[in-house]
């Protein structure tokens, strides 16, 4: 089969690889129909994930069919139309039944990372019956394909752990697809003002046709100032930092107002600088979550 191949830092290519079998009774083999390119995979080409080793294939999104599942799977069958989830969860250990998914003891965030992932034709799924979803067979695969990752990384770690509220006013760093995703969640719980912040105008004019009630180029004007200057100077009730640089960590710690949450969403190789020296006193919750995709 041919499949996207992790080389080491700045190296991949589209190469033939043998088709996975199964290892486990509670493995399946899906057949990828659609799949996706997250942000995740581009810092593992960067190099920012050492885990990920020469040989390995990319990817941890994706929809498929079943071509053939374990001894030991009751909840699929061959020819089930599914969703395969970015994390894989064995839903019976401590941390599965906390719904911290994402730190399961057998599985947890290992498509594409630490065994090979769903950019390819087809890819084993270890605990079938807890890490798929089973689809419409007529449904759009490119819209549920949202549901594998970004749609509930946005939600849980940046929303749910943000705590967002009715009136607040939030804002998001970065309107990439996880800031977008970020964006549309939010507005279930009506926050007054949801403020986006990047550097591209295109991505920006997206967020605001998804709804952004402002929006701020920050490669054209001073973003922490755009902020305090909407805000009467009272900074924002939550930041949700959806980028991944020490620049946008550090934006969100001087736009945070006094009891506020600032929900870190994004994929972080390198330190970033904790600015206690003005956070001490001011109430900060401060959230770091990998997505358990409990809200799937």
């Known amino acids: 089969m041919k499949a996207l191949v992790y080389h080491g830092a700045g190296k991949k290519a589209w190469e033939e690889k043998l088709k996975p079998t199964l290892l486990e009774p509670s493995d399946a083999i899906v057949r990828i129909t659609k799949t996706t390119i997250c942000g995740t ?21 994706g929809v498929g069919m079943i071509e053939e599942v374990g001894s030991a799977v009751t909840e699929f069958k061959k020819g089930d139309h599914v969703l395969i989830s970015c994390i894989t969860a064995c839903g019976k250990c401590s941390y599965c039944k906390k719904g911290m998914n994402s730190h399961c003891e057998k599985g947890g965030w290992v498509l594409g990372h630490l ?3 769903t950019q390819a034709e087809y890819v084993r799924i270890p605990f079938a019956d807890t890490s798929l979803y089973h689809i419409p067979a007529d449904a759009d695969e490119e819209a549920l394909v949202m549901l594998s990752d970004i749609l ?47 550097i591209d105008e295109n991505r920006l004019e997206v967020a605001k046709r998804f709804g952004a009630t402002q ?14 200057r909407l805000t009467g100077n009272k900074g924002v009730d ?45 109430n900060i919750t401060i959230t770091t979550r990998l997505v358990d995709t409990i809200t799937t």
């Open 41 to 61: 995979d581009l810092h593992i080409l960067k190099g920012d994930v050492p885990e990920v080793t020469d040989g390995r294939i990319l990817g941890h999104e």
């Open 238 to 282: 939550v930041a949700i930092e959806a980028v991944g640089i020490p620049a946008t960590f550090e934006l969100c710690q001087s736009v945070i107002a006094p009891g506020g949450r600032i929900a870190n969403v994004g994929v972080h190789g390198k330190s970033v600088i904790l600015q206690l020296e003005t956070l001490w006193s001011k």
């Open 152 to 198: 509930p990384t946005g939600f849980e770690c940046g929303v749910i752990n943000g705590e967002v509220q009715p009136g607040d006013v939030v804002a998001i760093i970065g309107a990439g697809p996880i800031g977008l995703a970020t964006l549309l969640t939010a507005q279930f719980y009506t926050p007054a003002e949801i403020i986006m912040v990047d």
């Open 215 to 228: 929006i701020i180029n920050s490669s054209t004007q001073n973003a922490v100032d755009a902020i305090m």
């Open 115 to 117: 065994i090979d992932g």
